[in-house]
Nanobody
């Protein structure tokens, strides 16, 4: 099992930056693809970014391409989301999620159903 704890959320003006971090516990971290999702009030949880186990590949939602960067450090079991050029539309609770490849489920990276473990979320608020 993997436990995930997000940090780094807060309030920022449009055009600013934030860096979110997700600290994972568990020896299976390196066997997990790691994703970030977000959920705004009254909205469905949506895919933001994912990085593969080795960090070799990353995929982003069109809405954040060129602005957000996902990274991971398997040595300290962390995954980060660098968010630049933030927009008010980015306001949401951001969740870290782990897709344990040992668990037989979907490989659709943008689907919440693919992920087996979730953090509690961290609030990001972007003001105009």
């Amino acid at each position: 099992q993997v436990q995930l704890v997000e940090s780094g959320g807060g309030s920022v003006q449009a055009g600013g930056s934030l860096r979110l971090s997700c600290a994972a516990s568990g020896r299976t971290f390196s066997n997990c693809n790691m994703g970030w999702f977000r959920q705004a009030p009254g909205r469905e949880r949506e895919f933001v970014a994912v990085i593969t186990r080795s960090g070799a590949y990353a995929y982003y939602a069109d809405s954040v391409k060129g602005r957000f960067t996902i990274s991971r450090n398997n040595a300290d079991n962390t995954v980060s989301l660098q968010m630049d050029s933030l927009k008010p539309e980015d306001t949401a609770v951001y969740y870290c999620a782990a897709d344990d490849v040992a668990v037989g489920d979907s490989d659709v990276y943008y689907s919440t159903n693919t992920y087996d473990y979730w953090g509690q979320g961290t609030q990001v608020t972007v003001s105009s």
